[in-house]
Nanobody
């Protein structure tokens, strides 16, 4: 069974930076896109950033210009570089690998807490 293991969360002051990593325990066939989602207390999970197999990226308006998503296919890993962090970025961040093989299947990480203090 494939596992996605996240790392890099923590506590940081506003204006600081963090880099999240998410590595799959093995290669996954048919990965179409990788992404990062977040969920703050009392709020729905939302897409933060995504990157397709072709390298196209998509960002939530709230993080454009501050966050950068990247991937290393050889390492089955996706990254999220977060700069100029704000208190409203505080949330649990989840990575997602989406496989398309005639049907769509989503793999999820366990979540990593990011806390930004003011």
């Amino acid at each position: 069974q494939v596992q996605l293991v996240e790392s890099g969360g923590g506590l940081v002051q506003a204006g600081g930076s963090l880099r999240l990593s998410c590595a799959a325990s093995r290669s996954i066939f048919g990965i179409n896109a990788m992404g990062w989602y977040r969920q703050a207390p009392g709020k729905q999970r939302e897409l933060v950033a995504a990157i397709t197999s072709g390298g196209n990226t998509n960002y939530a308006d709230s993080v454009k210009g501050r966050f950068t998503i990247s991937r290393d296919n050889a390492k089955n890993t996706v990254y999220l570089q977060m700069n100029s962090l704000k208190p409203e970025d505080t949330a649990v961040y989840y990575c997602n690998f989406r496989a398309v093989r005639g049907y769509t299947y989503d793999y999820w990480g366990q979540g990593t807490q990011v806390t930004v203090s003011s």
